[in-house]
């Protein structure tokens, strides 16, 4: 995981005495750049798991270690005991195979701890053998890797008995780099304590400042840095004005007066291109020319506009066929039936005889009979008329009707009489109602000819709505 850790970095920089390579860190740091790896621990180098080469390993003199060596655990005797035979063991060896079976290993005469003796002598001959220091050797942090022998190292040859303190004290002990944060081998520099005054100095990740925007980075990220920093001093070519790396691409977008630039009028149609110092000469001598371009831009947006409305316009219209269609179908009853039996036709001595009313399309309908005409001249006939309701017309409303008044013959089906007529109604000025003054003669009402059955009459009405429009 990234993330900007920048305090944790900076506060190995106090711990700094300042050297003559590297300057000085600011007292105020400039905004954070470094991004290091997080959730690092701070290392202390006492308790780094340096690999330590064994005692026997490291005698300056090792072919004298034979004589000094434990018969079990074949290292240099520590706290030597002896068997009764002078077989020489570490104290602590012994006791646990004396645990287990009390012999000598060596001789298998029978021992327990206390009849083992100490060797003074041994012991005085071990205390006085030389020994390398560990930190005779490189230093390595890897269990799989031996320590060699650095010549870099100390090389002071130590009594075993005085190895303990020298190595306390020992200037070629390892420590951290102060500029290295992290405890992963790859960028952890251990640095032996004499030597790392100069490597402060010279270590790839010392702080150093930009010399241009003066933040304070590693050493070794410097050269990029500087080479894209900002505040890097840069001349335009174009103006020779001296500004800042991080400000030339505004300065010639915004502000060089020796770029070429598009006329302000380039969006309405000018060709010409100027130097940003010409740019109002220009505009002001060719101020006709100019007039000219906007408007015939302006006549282009319009026209454009213009196209745009027609589409929408257009598509408006078919949206509204399309419903008016869906609308039809959903009316999809445009035909009408209507029968009205009118039983004891002749004994009815009425002017004037009235169907139920019906109604569709939210008009209300009825059929008016006059069995005697409605004038003089009709006396003879019956007067058959499809009537709208006045009373109830829909507002703005109007219908267009196909229909037919028919006089049933209810013996002979096919030889009814049949009027057809086409209306609009309400029917502008000329009475509510519509049909045949002399439908049928009186003469022909007989029970014989088949339009009276049983004293009844029966008419029918065949409606066939063709339209159907709003007047707004
Ligand atoms: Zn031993
Ligand atoms: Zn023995
Ligand atoms: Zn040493
Ligand atoms: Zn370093
Ligand atoms: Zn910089
Ligand atoms: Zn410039
Ligand atoms: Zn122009």
């Not at 434990?70 to 074949?74: A, K, N, R, T």
């Given at each position: 995981m990234l993330g900007r850790v920048t305090i944790q970095f900076f506060r190995f920089f106090q711990k700094v005495s300042p050297g003559d390579s590297y300057p000085e860190a600011p007292v105020e740091f400039p905004e954070p750049t470094i991004i290091i790896k997080e959730e690092l621990e701070m290392v202390d180098p006492q308790k780094l798991e340096l690999r330590v080469l064994a005692t026997e390993d490291r005698l300056v003199h090792p072919e004298k270690s034979k004589e000094i060596t434990?018969?079990?655990?074949?290292g240099v005797l520590e706290d030597p005991m002896q068997c009764s035979n002078g077989h020489l063991f570490c104290a602590e060896c012994i006791r646990v195979s004396i645990a287990q079976?009390?012999?000598?290993?060596?001789?298998?005469c029978r021992v327990t701890f206390d009849s083992l003796s100490r060797s003074l002598f041994v012991r005085q001959y071990i205390s006085n053998l030389l020994i390398h220091c560990q930190y005779h050797y490189t230093a390595t942090l890897d269990p799989d890797q031996t320590p060699q022998p650095d010549p870099e190292g100390c090389a002071a040859q130590v009594k075993l008995c005085d190895l303990e303190q020298h190595e306390r004290v020992c200037e070629y002990s390892f420590t951290r780099c102060p500029f290295t944060y992290s405890n992963s081998h790859k960028d952890f520099h251990l640095v032996r304590k004499c030597k790392l005054e100069t490597h402060q100095k010279e270590c790839v990740l010392r702080p150093a400042i930009c010399?241009?925007?003066?933040i304070c980075i590693p050493f070794n990220t410097l050269l990029k840095h500087e080479q894209n920093c900002p505040r890097m001093p840069i001349v335009c070519d174009k103006c020779k004005l001296e500004t800042f790396k991080g400000e030339i691409v505004t300065h010639i977008e915004n502000?060089?007066?020796y770029q070429t630039i598009p006329c302000p009028f380039s969006a309405h149609g000018c060709p010409i291109t100027v130097l940003r110092k010409d740019v109002n000469d220009h505009v002001a001598k060719n101020y006709v020319q100019h007039l000219l371009y906007l408007q015939k831009s302006h006549d282009h947006q319009l026209a454009q506009q213009r196209q745009k409305f027609e589409r929408a316009l257009e598509i408006n219209h078919k949206e509204i066929n399309h419903l008016r269609k869906q609308l039809q179908s959903k009316n999809n009853d445009t035909k009408f039936s209507v029968q009205w039996t009118i039983p004891g036709f002749l004994s009815k001595k009425m002017k004037y005889l009235q169907s139920d009313p019906f109604s569709f399309y939210g008009f209300n309908w009825f059929i008016g009979l006059y069995p005697f005409g409605d004038n003089r001249e009709s006396g003879n006939y019956l007067s058959i008329y499809m009537f709208v309701d006045s009373k109830t017309l829909p507002k703005s409303k109007s219908i267009t009707l196909d229909f037919t008044i028919k006089v049933v013959n209810q013996l002979t089906p096919s030889s009814s009489v049949v009027k057809q007529f086409h209306m609009t109604f309400p029917i502008q000025g000329q009475g509510q109602g519509w049909g045949d003054r002399k439908a049928i003669s009186r003469d022909q009402i007989t029970a014989e000819s088949g339009f009276m059955l049983n004293n009844a009459v029966v008419l029918e009405l065949d409606i066939q709505v063709l339209n159907v429009s709003w007047v707004l």
């Open positions: 434990c018969g079990i655990c074949l079976k009390e012999q000598c290993p060596q001789c298998r010399r241009y925007c003066e502000d060089c007066e």
